[in-house]
C-alpha cells in the first residue's frame, strides 16, 4: 500500500461526522473560547489542498454560536464534543421497551379479534438463542384469524410507510404494571405462529 493509499484510508476514516453548523462544546487547546460553539469543515489551505485532490476534509473551523469566525481552525474531531438538540435529547428516551410494545400488542389483538386466545411473549424460547432474539416477539394462537390478518395489526408496530422518507411506527400509549409508558414501540421481528385446532 503506498502513503498516499495509507492517506487517503485515514482521512476516509477521520472524516467529517459532524454536519456544518452543528453546535458542540469546544475541549480543545485554544482554552479562551472553550464552551458552546458551532463547527464548519475548515477551509485552511491544508485542508482545501487535500478536498482538491480527493481527500475526504478531517478538520473543523470553530465558529461562534451565531456563526461567527472566531480565527480558530484545523480542529481535530477530539477536541469537540457534540451537543444534542432538545428534540434529540427527547427523543433519545423515547423507546417503549420489548415488553411494553408486547402488552401494547397484545391489547390491539384481543379488541381486534374478541373470544381469541392470544399467546404473546418476547425474548427467546430457549437459553441458547441469540442474544437479540430478546428483542423479538412472538405471537402464537390457534384457528380464529388468518396469518395475513394478525399481521395487519401486528405490521405497524414495526414500521409506518405512510412518509417515503421516514418509515417509522407511530408512537403508542400502554400501562405496564401499573406505569403509563408512551413513545415508539421498539421489537426487532414480530413471529406469527398459526396453528390449526
Avoid at 384457528?143 to 422518507?165: H, W
Amino acid at each position: 500500500m503506498t502513503s498516499a493509499t495509507a492517506r487517503r484510508l485515514s482521512a476516509a476514516y477521520l472524516a467529517l461526522r459532524l454536519s456544518p453548523g452543528a453546535a458542540v462544546r469546544y475541549i480543545g487547546t485554544a482554552t479562551r473560547l472553550h464552551g458552546r460553539a458551532t463547527v464548519q469543515p475548515c477551509s485552511c489551505g491544508i485542508c482545501a489542498a487535500d478536498v482538491v485532490r480527493g481527500i475526504p476534509a478531517t478538520r473543523y473551523e470553530l465558529r461562534t454560536t451565531d456563526g461567527k469566525r472566531t480565527g480558530v481552525s484545523h480542529v481535530r474531531h477530539t477536541s469537540v464534543v457534540p451537543e444534542p438538540t432538545e428534540d434529540e435529547r427527547m427523543n433519545a428516551a423515547m423507546h417503549l421497551s420489548t415488553k411494553a410494545t408486547a402488552v401494547y400488542l397484545r391489547q390491539l389483538l384481543r379488541a381486534a379479534f374478541p373470544g381469541v386466545k392470544f399467546s404473546v411473549r418476547c425474548g427467546p424460547k430457549r437459553a441458547k438463542e441469540r442474544y437479540l432474539e430478546r428483542f423479538e416477539i412472538t405471537v402464537t394462537w390457534s384457528g380464529g384469524p388468518s396469518r395475513t390478518a394478525v399481521a395487519t395489526v401486528a405490521a405497524p408496530l414495526l414500521a409506518q410507510y405512510g412518509n417515503p422518507e421516514e418509515c417509522r411506527p407511530a408512537w403508542v400509549s400502554v400501562t405496564v404494571d401499573g406505569r403509563r409508558h408512551h413513545g415508539e414501540p421498539s421489537a426487532l421481528a414480530i413471529h406469527l405462529n398459526h396453528t390449526t385446532a
